[in-house]
């Protein structure tokens, strides 16, 4: 039978030769009929490369510019937005040291027994790790620290220093903090949250009358003869047991070094080597084998308190096996 022959203007095409897997994927890598490297000539490949360069170039400067004018806008010491219009708001909340291990990072027990040494360790090295950045060999800004007299700012420039020193007994490092006694309990240490431009307004005798505030009339008294020696500029703190067995439990408390948070420390400003100042809460005598629920609260004419947002306050339970 004789071969068919195309017809003038037509053109025959054959079925390419069918190819085995590796044989096609090496004709993919490079086919040397007609020069393609994956499927594309080298100037193929090279018009997609300039392309792209082109692309990514023109992406990452129009970034760039916007970055470098939206920074123009934000000081780095300062937030752009404070207080009442910042996000955190201008009502600070109360932390306290140590906190349970991140396993229970949901949880505010504080449970230990007093004799058994690696359980107690662990609550007396959380303590000395927060403490030490008050240690000024661990502050890079230890320059700037000053030691202030009480209710007077720093001077310019500086600021005031936490020193810990033997008037902190016995919530101490050398005392361990008070966990490995045999009779009373531990310290803990409370910080005020630091809000950023936030001045507390003190209270004095005049406002502490206001009928619907809740305050203690311990507290009111010591308020009172605080402003007679002109030494009430102090935002307060004051711990209790939240229900009535937790009151009967929780035993004398002592407020080292003093009740409270000094005025010459506000407000925060960002400043190079700040440190919070402390105020620890030594539990002289609380019940043994008794869950302990207490409540923390820092008072100042602005701060508001809202158990349920833990505003103004902090809670958390101890137990003394």
Same mark, same amino acid.
């Given at each position: 039978?004789?071969?068919?022959?195309?017809?003038?203007?037509?053109?025959?095409?054959?079925?390419?030769?069918?190819?085995?897997?590796?044989?096609?994927?090496?004709?993919?890598?490079?086919?040397?009929?007609?020069?393609?490297?994956?499927?594309?000539?080298?100037?193929?490949?090279?018009?997609?490369? $300039?392309?792209?360069?082109?692309?990514?170039?023109?992406?990452?400067?129009?970034?760039?510019?916007?970055?470098?004018?939206?920074?123009?806008?934000?000081?780095? =010491?300062?937030?752009?937005?404070?207080?009442?219009?910042?996000?955190?708001?201008?009502?600070?909340?109360?932390?306290?040291?140590?906190?349970?291990?991140?396993?229970?990072?949901?949880?505010?027990?504080?449970?230990?027994?007093?004799?058994?040494?690696?359980?107690?360790?662990?609550?007396?090295?959380?303590?000395?790790?927060?403490?030490?950045?008050?240690?000024?060999?661990?502050?890079?800004?230890?320059?700037?620290?000053?030691?202030?007299?009480?209710?007077?700012?720093?001077?310019?420039?500086?600021?005031?220093?936490?020193?810990?020193?033997?008037?902190?007994?016995?919530?101490?490092?050398?005392?361990?903090?008070?966990?490995?006694?045999?009779?009373?309990?531990?310290?803990?240490?409370? =910080?005020?949250?630091?809000?950023?431009?936030?001045?507390?307004?003190?209270?004095?005798?005049?406002?502490?009358?206001?009928?619907?505030?809740?305050?203690?009339?311990?507290?009111?008294?010591? $308020?009172?003869?605080?402003?007679?020696?002109?030494?009430?500029?102090?935002?307060?703190?004051?711990?209790?047991?939240?229900?009535?067995?937790?009151?009967?439990?929780?035993?004398? $408390?002592?407020? $080292?070094?003093?009740?409270?948070?000094?005025?010459?420390?506000?407000?925060?400003?960002?400043?190079?080597?700040?440190?919070?100042?402390?105020?620890?809460?030594?539990?002289? =005598?609380?019940?043994?084998?008794?869950?302990?629920?207490?409540?923390?609260?820092?008072?100042?004419?602005?701060?508001?308190?809202?158990?349920?947002?833990?505003?103004?306050?902090?809670?958390?339970?101890?137990?003394?096996?």
């Amino acid at each position: 039978m004789a071969d068919k022959k195309p017809a003038d203007g037509q053109q025959f095409y054959q079925r390419p030769p069918k190819l085995g897997k590796w044989e096609a994927f090496s004709q993919f890598l490079w086919n040397s009929e007609t020069k393609q490297f994956m499927g594309r000539t080298g100037a193929s490949w090279a018009k997609i490369l $300039i392309f792209y360069i082109i692309f990514y170039a023109v992406l990452v400067g129009f970034f760039a510019v916007m970055l470098a004018v939206f920074f123009q806008t934000l000081d780095i =010491k300062r937030p752009k937005w404070e207080l009442d219009r910042s996000l955190i708001g201008s009502n600070p909340g109360l932390g306290f040291r140590p906190m349970p291990s991140d396993k229970n990072i949901e949880s505010t027990l504080i449970w230990y027994k007093h004799s058994d040494k690696g359980n107690v360790q662990y609550w007396q090295k959380e303590i000395n790790k927060f403490l030490g950045v008050y240690n000024k060999s661990n502050n890079p800004h230890a320059d700037k620290l000053e030691e202030c007299r009480q209710f007077q700012l720093p001077s310019p420039g500086k600021v005031c220093d936490v020193k810990i020193d033997q008037m902190w007994h016995p919530c101490l490092k050398d005392a361990g903090y008070n966990f490995e006694s045999s009779e009373g309990g531990p310290c803990i240490f409370l =910080k005020l949250n630091r809000i950023f431009n936030w001045n507390p307004e003190y209270f004095n005798s005049t406002t502490i009358e206001d009928p619907g505030l809740k305050m203690s009339e311990e507290l009111k008294r010591e $308020i009172r003869d605080a402003e007679a020696q002109n030494k009430h500029r102090i935002v307060w703190v004051t711990c209790e047991g939240e229900n009535v067995a937790d009151i009967e439990h929780i035993g004398p $408390i002592r407020f $080292i070094p003093q009740k409270g948070f000094p005025s010459q420390y506000f407000p925060y400003t960002n400043q190079d080597g700040y440190i919070s100042p402390l105020v620890a809460v030594y539990f002289e =005598k609380p019940k043994r084998g008794v869950l302990i629920n207490i409540e923390c609260k820092a008072w100042a004419r602005n701060i508001i308190h809202d158990r349920v947002d833990r505003r103004g306050s902090v809670h958390f339970e101890l137990m003394i096996d």
